[in-house]
């Protein structure tokens, strides 16, 4: 058994027997997914009601990955999509760009095809609430309502 360190392929032996590799469409989409994930001023991946919904699998540990990534693998190319929402004060195209090569060089690396096009939707610009408000924002009771009495 040859052990190598993490993340590097074992070295091809020279009488191994030939074959042929597939890349699934869903590995693709983890590694971009990841890979647009970890730029700062992404604070999330895809359209708002699935946000919602992704939040829900977050808190039950059921993460889905492929949640605003669209991947098409051919034989020797692959072109992906990816749709985001950014953190406000954040250059849009620049933050943009940065996925992109994020996403470009994740997938050059880890799956080997020739990466085509990397399209970047940016949906949405998330404006972190200020704790303040919060409590600000909650309805107060009035002097005259809360002293009313229900009449019996």
């Known amino acids: 058994m040859i052990e190598q360190p993490m993340g590097r392929p074992a070295p091809a032996l020279q009488d191994a027997p030939a074959g042929r590799t597939v890349i699934g469409d869903p590995a693709a989409v983890k590694i971009a997914a990841i890979a647009a994930r970890s730029v700062p001023g992404v604070h999330a991946l895809g359209p708002g009601a699935g946000r919602a919904l992704g939040a829900i699998r977050d808190a039950v540990g059921a993460n889905d990955l492929a949640h605003g990534v669209k991947v098409e693998v051919g034989q020797t190319q ?31 690396d880890l799956v080997g095809l020739e990466v085509i096009e990397v399209n970047i939707e940016v949906l949405d610009v998330h404006i972190q609430p200020a704790a303040e408000s919060k409590a600000a924002d909650k309805p107060r009771p009035t002097g005259a309502s809360s002293l009313k009495q229900p009449v019996e």
């Open 78 to 108: 692959l072109a992906v999509d990816i749709s985001l929402v950014a953190d406000y004060g954040f250059p849009l195209n620049a933050l943009a760009d940065a996925v992109r090569a994020a996403v470009y060089e994740a997938l050059t």
